[in-house]
C-alpha cells in the first residue's frame, strides 16, 4: 500500500491529489493528518495522476503534509447476526461500548441491482396495527412507503408505532414460518440528539433493541458521512433478510438531510445542477438505496423500507418528496392540519398511497371486504372534504340531507377511524368493522362501490349493531 | 455489435483507460467510430463510444464502473449497439441492452445482477421447426419471407431476407431452401447473390429499420379502457402520451393496455421504473389470457426491464432495444404495440451522462438534443408499408413522469408537440380514487375523425355522435360545478341539477373502470357503447318526466337508475342492459 504527500487542492469535502498509480473509482481511502487523526474518504473520480477524494469526516485540519493511503478495495460492511442489539455511528462502526464485532463476512456498500427476474412480488400483508395505514393504505412485505412529513410533525411518533406494532402479529401467529424472524434496522441521518434519544428510549422500553440494529449519525456528525450510513444500513438488511431469514424492517430518517449532503458533494465537485441545485443524477442515486427494498425468490426473509422525509415547506412538489414518490411504492401523508386538530397519527390518507396493497388484500389475505370497503371509503370522505369548503361558504343548511351525512362522515372518520392514538393497536377485523360502522352513517344506495353481497353482511341497518362502540375513546 | 457473436469477432484496436467518472470513462488511443461497442477495463464492461476529442475516446458504460482504474485496457469491437433479432424475443425479458435476465441469474448464480457477464439476446442453440414459404427458383427481394417457424402459440415468427443483403428493387433467385430443424444461426435458405439467410439478424438501435412508406393509420387499437376508447382513442400506428404525477396511475394504465390491446405483439419497456412492477408484469402475464384467443399473455410479449437502480447508461438504451424489436415483427407484418415506461427516466439518464460529458445544458439541465431525441423516438412508430409488401404497424405509447405533476417541464411539452394523443393524468382524480384517473377535460386525441368510420362500421353507425353527446354534458358540468362551489347544488335550476346527476353516472359508471374486478377491467367497445346508450336512455326519461311536472328530488331519488352503475362488472351485459333500460323508462314514466 502506497502512501502518497501530494495533495494538491482542499476545496469543501473534497481532496485532490497526485498519483502514480491507477487508483479504482469509488476506492476507499485513508488520510493521516499531521495531528495524527486519521479521516476516511472514497474515490469520487479517477484519472492518471490525479484522484478526487470526498472526505466523510469533512476536511477540516488537512493541509498539504497529510498522507493520503488507498486501501484498494471499495467500501465494506462487516456483517454478522451479532449486530442486531448494537448501536453504531454512520459509517457502522460501535459506538455503545459493547463487545468488538467479529463479522462473519464484509459486503460491499454499493449492493449490486437484484435481477428483476429474480424478484418475487410482494403481497404478504403487513399488520401495523395503524387503521388509516391496514385499513386504507396497506403495506406489505418488501415494500417501500415513504412517510412524507415536513418540521414540527409527529412522524418519528408514527414510525416508532409501526416498528412496535408490525412485529407482534407475526410472532403471535407463527404458524409455519416461525423461522423467519423480524428484525428492525433504524439509520438515523443528521438528526438531533433529542430526536435520536426519543428512538433509543423507545427501543429500550419496549425491548427492541435486541432485534434492532442502529446507525447513527447526528446533526452535528460529518455530513459526508450521511450519504455513506443509509447504504450501510441496506447492506445490513440485505444480509439479515436473504441470509438469515430476516423480515427486516427498515427505518430511514431524514432522507432529506441525505439529500442535502449530495447536494453539497455535487456543488463542491462544481457539477452542472438539477432541480433547486440537487444533482442531476439524484434520482437514480436515491433509486439505488429505494429498490434495494423487496423479496427475492427462494429466500425467506424481505427487506421494507419506511423512508421519513421532511418536505422543505410542506410542498411535495419539491425535488425529495417529487423523486422519492416516483421511485417507492405509494406514500404516506402526515398532514400539519391534522395534527394541529390533535389526531394521532394526523395520516391525510387522500394522498397517501399504497401501490402494492390491491394485491395484498382480500380474501385470505385480510378480508373479502377489504377492498370495496376501502374504496368507498375514499369516496365517501373525499365527498365529505369537498362539502366542507361549501359549507363554510353557505352553511350546513343550505346542503341536501345526504351532503350532510357525508360531511359527518368525514368528521366520524377523521376521529374514529384516524385518531387512534400513538398507544392503541387494532387488527385488520377491528379496522374494518370500524370501517362499516363508518359507512352505515350514509344510505346503503350510496355505497355505490361495495358488492351488494358485502352490504347485505356488514350493513349495519341501525346503530344498536355497531360493532365496535366509542373505539377511539 | 451483437452479443450473439462477441465470442468470435477478434479485437483490435485497444486503448487505455484515461479516467472514471460514474458511468463516464475517458480513454486514450482509441481508435473508434462513434457509437462503436467497447469493452472496458480488466472485467470487459460492455459500453458506447459517446464522444471523441483528439485522441481521448469518451464511453458510456452499460453496467457499474466501481473499481475500475485509469490504467487498464478498453477494447473496441468496431460496430455500433445492435440487437440480435430472431425467434426467441417473445416470452423473454431483457435489460436495456438485451442481456436476457433469466440467463443472467443462471450464469451469475446470484439474484443479483453481476458485472461482466454477457448473453446472446436470443438463444442460439434451441432448434426451430423451419417451414419455407418459398421454392428454389423463386424471386426474392428485400425484407422478403421466405419461411416460418412457430415461436409461441400466438405468433408465427417469419423468417425475412435481412433488408441490408439486396438494395431497393433488386430482386435474387432462392438457390436452395430446405425445411426442418434448425437453430437460429444455421443457413435456411441461399440466395443467388450470395446471401445466406439464417433465422437471425442483427440491427443497430439507434438506426430505423427501413421502410416503403408511412401510411395514415385508419384502424384504432382497441384497449378495452372505456375512457381510451370511448372518447380519446388511438390508432394503430399510433403515438400517445400518458403524463402524470406520481401516484396518478400511469404504470396502471399502460399495463392495463399491455393486456388488453389489440395489438398482435407488445414490446413493454420499463425504463428506470420500480422493480416491483417488473416482476408483477413477470409474474402475472404468463398466467393471464389474451383476450384475442385464450392464449398466455406472454406468448406474444417481450419485456425489457431496466429498472431504475440499474445502470443509467442501459437506461438510455432501453427505449432503442425496445423499439428495434418493434419494427422487427412490423417487418413481418404485424401491429405492435410498444408501451414506454416512463420516457422521461429515459430523458434523465441523457441528462445525467451529457452533465458528465459537460456538455452546455438546454432546460432545467437537459441536454439541447432532448426535443430531437424524443422526436427520432416517435417518428419510428407509424402504420407502414414495409418493404416486402406487407402492411404493419408501430403504436407507442410513453409515459411521462412530469416533476411534481408540472406538465409545463421540457420532456412533457416536448413530447406533446410530438404524439397525436395525450392522456392526461390528474392527482386530484387519483386521490379520490376516480380510476383510470385520466382528465377528460384535458386529454385529447387527434385521431378521432379518422378513426370513426371504423367504429361505426364495426360498432355502432351513431359512435360519433354519442360520443359527442357524453362530451358536451362533461363541459357542461365542469361549468356547472363552478357554481356548485359558490352556491351549492341546491341553488341550481331543476334541470341543471338533473344534467349533474347525468353527468355524475358518466363519471361514476362510464368512465371510471375497475382494473382488478375480472369482468370491468376489459370493456369491449360493445358494452363501452350499450353503457353510454344506457346512461342517455336515463336523460332522455329524467328529462321527460321533468318537463312532465315531476320534481328533481323525486327523479334523482329512483331505484332503477343507480344499477348503471354496475354494468362495468356485469359479463352478460347485453340482457343486462336490455332490462335496465326498460326497468329505467318503467320506473320514470310512473312518476307522472
Not at chain 1, 376501502?374 to 370522505?381: E, N, T
Request: glycine share 8%; proline share 5%; hydrophobic share 35%.
Amino acid at each position: 500500500m502506497k502512501e502518497y504527500q501530494t495533495i494538491t487542492e482542499i476545496s469543501g469535502p473534497l481532496v485532490y491529489a497526485e498519483v502514480d498509480e491507477s487508483i479504482g473509482y469509488d476506492e476507499i481511502v485513508e488520510i493521516e493528518t499531521a495531528q495524527g487523526e486519521t479521516l476516511r474518504g472514497q474515490v469520487l473520480e479517477s484519472s492518471e495522476g490525479v484522484v478526487a477524494i470526498q472526505v466523510f469526516e469533512g476536511t477540516s485540519g488537512i493541509d498539504q503534509n497529510a498522507s493520503v493511503r488507498f486501501l484498494g478495495e471499495t467500501m465494506k460492511m462487516p456483517v454478522t447476526e451479532d449486530l442486531l442489539g448494537r448501536v453504531l455511528d454512520g459509517s457502522g462502526r460501535p459506538i455503545d461500548d459493547g463487545p468488538e464485532i467479529v463479522p462473519e463476512e464484509r459486503q460491499d456498500i454499493v449492493g449490486a441491482a437484484i435481477n428483476p427476474y429474480s424478484r418475487e412480488y410482494p403481497e404478504e400483508f403487513i399488520e401495523t396495527g395503524v387503521s388509516a395505514i391496514d385499513g386504507m393504505n396497506t403495506l406489505v412485505r418488501g415494500q417501500k412507503l415513504p412517510i412524507f412529513s415536513s418540521s414540527g410533525q409527529p412522524h418519528s411518533e408514527l414510525a416508532m408505532q409501526i416498528a412496535r406494532q408490525a412485529s407482534v402479529p407475526e410472532e403471535e401467529e407463527g404458524d409455519d414460518e416461525e423461522s423467519s424472524e423480524f428484525a428492525v434496522i433504524f439509520g438515523a441521518m443528521g438528526i438531533t440528539q433529542e430526536e435520536a434519544n426519543e428512538f433509543m428510549e423507545d427501543f429500550e422500553r419496549t425491548g427492541a433493541l435486541e432485534r434492532s440494529v442502529v446507525f447513527m449519525n447526528l446533526a452535528d456528525d460529518p455530513a459526508v458521512e450521511r450519504t455513506v450510513t443509509p447504504r450501510m444500513v441496506l447492506t445490513t438488511a440485505e444480509y439479515l433478510a436473504f441470509e438469515k431469514d430476516y423480515h427486516v424492517l427498515v427505518i430511514l430518517t431524514d432522507m432529506t438531510n441525505y439529500c442535502e449532503a449530495l447536494r453539497e458533494i455535487g456543488a463542491a465537485r462544481e457539477e452542472v445542477p438539477g432541480r433547486r441545485g440537487y444533482p442531476g443524477y439524484m434520482y437514480t442515486d436515491l433509486a439505488q438505496l429505494y429498490e434495494r427494498a423487496g423479496r427475492i425468490q427462494g429466500r425467506e426473509g424481505s427487506v421494507t423500507q419506511i423512508p421519513i422525509l421532511t418536505m422543505p415547506g410542506d410542498d411535495d412538489t419539491h425535488p425529495i418528496p417529487d423523486l422519492t414518490g416516483y421511485i417507492t411504492e405509494g406514500q404516506i401523508y402526515v398532514d400539519p392540519d391534522l395534527n394541529s386538530q390533535g389526531l394521532q397519527p394526523p395520516i391525510n390518507v387522500l394522498p397517501s398511497l399504497s401501490r402494492l396493497m390491491d394485491d395484498g388484500i382480500g380474501e385470505g389475505l385480510t378480508r373479502e371486504d377489504h377492498a370495496d370497503v376501502k374504496d368507498q371509503m375514499f369516496a365517501a370522505y373525499a365527498e365529505g372534504e369537498d362539502l366542507r369548503d361549501l359549507v363554510n361558504i353557505v352553511g350546513r343548511e343550505a346542503l341536501s340531507e345526504l351532503d350532510n351525512k357525508y360531511l359527518d362522515f368525514a368528521d366520524a372518520f377523521e376521529s374514529e377511524f384516524v385518531d387512534q392514538g400513538f398507544d392503541q393497536n387494532r387488527d385488520i377485523e377491528e379496522t374494518l368493522e370500524i370501517g362499516w360502522d363508518l359507512l352505515s352513517m350514509l344510505p346503503k344506495d350510496a355505497l355505490n362501490r361495495i358488492d351488494e353481497e358485502f352490504i347485505e353482511e356488514y350493513y349495519r341497518e341501525d346503530d344498536s349493531e355497531r360493532q365496535v362502540v366509542e373505539a377511539a375513546d | 455489435m451483437s452479443k450473439a457473436e462477441s465470442t468470435e469477432t477478434t479485437i483490435s484496436e485497444d486503448g487505455v483507460i484515461q479516467s472514471v467518472s460514474g458511468p463516464v470513462v475517458s480513454a486514450r488511443d482509441l481508435d473508434a467510430r462513434m457509437n462503436d461497442v467497447v469493452y472496458v477495463g480488466d472485467e470487459g464492461l460492455m459500453g458506447e463510444v459517446i464522444e471523441i476529442e483528439g485522441d481521448i475516446t469518451t464511453v458510456q458504460v452499460y453496467e457499474e464502473t466501481s473499481g475500475v482504474a485509469p490504467g487498464e485496457p478498453v477494447e473496441n469491437t468496431g460496430e455500433p449497439l445492435s440487437v440480435d433479432l430472431g425467434p426467441g424475443m417473445l416470452d423473454a425479458i431483457y435489460d436495456g441492452v438485451q442481456r436476457p435476465l433469466d440467463v443472467l441469474e443462471g450464469k451469475m448464480g446470484s439474484p443479483y445482477l453481476d458485472r461482466g457477464v454477457d448473453a446472446p439476446g436470443i438463444d442460439l442453440e434451441k432448434e426451430w421447426e423451419f417451414e419455407p414459404t418459398v421454392e428454389v427458383g423463386d424471386e426474392v427481394g428485400r425484407g422478403d419471407v421466405v419461411g416460418v417457424v412457430e415461436e409461441t402459440v400466438t405468433i408465427d415468427h417469419k423468417v425475412m431476407v435481412p433488408p441490408d443483403a439486396l438494395e431497393e428493387d433488386e430482386t435474387t433467385e432462392v438457390t436452395a431452401i430446405e425445411a426442418g430443424s434448425f437453430d437460429v444461426t444455421e443457413t435456411v435458405a441461399e440466395l443467388a447473390n450470395g446471401t445466406d439467410v439464417s433465422m437471425h439478424q442483427e440491427w443497430p438501435v439507434r438506426e430505423a429499420r427501413p421502410s416503403e412508406n408511412k401510411k395514415t393509420p385508419r384502424t384504432p387499437l382497441v384497449s378495452g379502457q372505456r375512457i381510451l376508447d370511448g372518447l380519446f382513442p388511438i390508432a394503430k400506428g399510433g403515438t400517445a402520451a400518458i403524463p402524470g404525477p406520481f401516484g396518478s396511475g400511469k404504470t396502471v394504465t399502460q399495463h392495463q393496455l399491455a393486456k388488453y390491446a389489440d395489438a398482435d405483439i407488445i414490446v413493454y419497456v420499463g425504463c428506470g421504473e420500480r422493480g416491483n412492477e417488473m416482476t408483477e408484469v413477470i409474474e402475472d402475464f404468463p398466467e393471464l389470457e389474451d383476450p384475442a384467443n385464450g392464449n398466455p399473455l406472454m406468448a406474444r410479449t417481450s419485456l425489457i426491464a431496466n429498472t431504475s437502480n440499474m445502470p443509467v447508461a442501459a437506461r438510455e438504451s432501453c427505449i432503442y432495444t425496445g423499439i428495434t424489436i418493434a419494427e422487427y415483427y412490423r417487418d413481418m407484418g404485424y401491429d405492435v404495440a410498444l408501451m414506454a415506461d416512463s420516457t422521461s427516466r429515459w430523458a434523465e439518464a441523457m441528462r445525467e451522462i451529457s452533465s458528465r460529458l459537460e456538455e452546455m445544458p438546454g432546460e432545467e439541465g437537459y441536454p439541447a438534443y432532448l426535443a430531437a431525441r424524443l422526436a427520432q423516438f416517435y417518428e419510428r412508430a407509424g402504420y407502414f408499408e414495409n418493404v416486402n409488401g406487407t402492411e404493419g404497424s408501430v403504436s407507442a405509447i410513453g409515459a411521462v413522469s412530469p416533476p411534481g405533476g408540472d406538465f409545463s417541464e421540457p420532456v412533457t411539452q416536448n413530447t406533446l408537440r410530438i404524439v397525436k394523443t395525450f392522456w392526461a393524468l390528474d392527482a386530484d382524480l387519483a386521490e379520490r380514487r376516480h380510476f383510470p384517473s385520466i382528465n377528460w377535460n384535458e386529454s385529447y386525441s387527434l385521431y378521432k375523425d379518422q378513426l370513426d368510420p371504423w367504429f361505426e362500421d364495426e360498432v355502432a353507425d351513431d359512435w360519433a355522435t354519442k360520443r359527442q353527446w357524453a362530451v358536451d354534458v362533461l363541459d357542461e358540468e365542469t361549468e356547472l360545478q363552478e357554481i356548485v362551489q359558490l352556491v351549492g347544488k341546491d341553488a341550481l335550476p331543476d334541470d341543471q341539477q338533473l344534467t349533474l346527476e347525468v353527468a355524475r353516472y358518466l363519471r361514476e359508471a362510464y368512465l371510471q373502470q375497475n382494473a382488478f374486478h375480472p369482468v370491468d377491467t376489459f370493456c369491449p367497445p360493445e358494452k363501452t357503447y350499450l353503457m353510454l346508450t344506457t346512461i342517455e336512455t336515463f336523460n332522455d326519461e329524467a328529462f321527460k318526466a321533468l318537463e312532465a311536472g315531476v320534481p328533481v328530488e323525486e327523479i334523482v331519488d329512483t331505484e332503477a337508475a343507480p344499477r348503471i352503475n354496475r354494468i362495468g362488472v356485469q359479463e352478460d351485459y347485453e340482457e343486462y342492459v336490455e332490462e335496465l333500460k326498460s326497468e329505467i323508462a318503467e320506473e320514470l314514466r310512473s312518476l307522472y
